[in-house]
């Protein structure tokens, strides 16, 4: 066999978990780009962000329950710039995650599973994420501005 | 016996094949978890509304009232478990042998912790609460 590029990622386990090296079977590099696999993986690491995201939640709880030192140190945090860029994160990531296993649950059922209603569920997903995570931001930064301005003033 | 662990073999399931060993029952409790999860993340989201720009008196005031508290305990004990499903799929998709087995018990560990740091921070509130009405 000719050697090309591939050939430095021949690297392999046998049975007894030796190195070994050998040819490997085409890989996510052969197919052209699609919504679904960017959506798929995305998922994925949307669960995780989302996981992270509510163990600083319940870090925050749980400065709430220690007294207002340790909870103003949570504010200042969470309304630093980047304390508020995490939240974003994990809201959008959250939003996507909820979108998306509705997905899987339908695909649970049996049901959407032709390559056109792949791409346009795909397309929907994305614009029911954006939609929402605007929404959803754009009435908490308002609530929250109001309220801040309102009993202070 | 459930009817998915019916849908294994004996052998399979004494030898516990596959990355996660209970495949079966570990891609049905995701399931599970997520259809209770979705309701409760919604009623989370109002609540962070709900609260958005609210000082630490008002918080301490929603979250000691058991309505709140009630479902607020419900929702951090099933996001730890679906967190742990949910992570543990992954890491037996992208590990083996013992990473993979240190990486469970990692994961099942942060998970527990997570679930407990929640309670307990909010059984403090609500007996906080119960000392000032006093």
């Avoid at chain 2, 419900?74 to 730890?80: H, K, N, P, S, V």
């Amino acid at each position: 066999m000719a050697s090309d590029g591939r050939e430095a990622f021949y690297h392999g386990t046998d049975t007894e978990g030796q190195a070994i090296r050998r040819p490997m079977s085409p890989h996510l590099d052969v197919y052209r780009f699609r919504l679904s696999m960017a959506l798929s993986i995305g998922n994925r690491m949307a669960g995780v962000v989302s996981s992270l995201g509510a163990g600083l939640a319940v870090a925050w709880l749980s400065a709430l329950a220690q007294g207002p030192r340790a909870f103003n140190r949570a504010q200042r945090g969470a309304t630093h710039p980047l304390g508020r860029l995490i939240f974003l994160g994990w809201g959008v990531a959250t939003l996507y995650h909820f979108v998306a296993s509705i997905r899987h649950l339908i695909w649970d059922s049996g049901a959407r599973f032709e390559k056109k209603e792949i791409d346009a569920d795909g397309r929907r997903s994305v614009f029911a994420t954006a939609g929402l995570s605007l929404g959803l931001i754009a009435a908490f930064v308002a609530l929250s501005h109001r309220r801040n301005k309102g009993p202070r003033a | 016996m459930s009817r998915l662990s019916d849908m294994r073999t004996p052998l399979a399931r004494a030898k516990g094949l596959g990355g996660l060993q209970d495949g079966a029952e570990h891609w049905t409790a995701e399931r599970v978890s997520a259809l209770l999860l979705g309701p409760l993340s919604i009623w989370g989201v109002a609540q962070i509304l709900r609260l958005a720009g609210r000082d630490r008196d008002a918080i301490l005031a929603w979250a000691g009232r058991v309505q709140n508290a009630a479902p607020l305990g419900l929702l951090i004990a099933l996001t730890g478990r679906h967190a742990q499903l949910g992570l543990e799929v992954i890491a037996s998709d992208y590990s083996r042998g013992w990473r993979r087995v240190w990486l469970r018990l990692v994961i099942r560990l942060s998970t527990l912790l997570f679930v407990a740091l929640g309670c307990a921070s909010l059984a403090r509130i609500l007996m906080t609460r119960t000392t000032e009405a006093k």
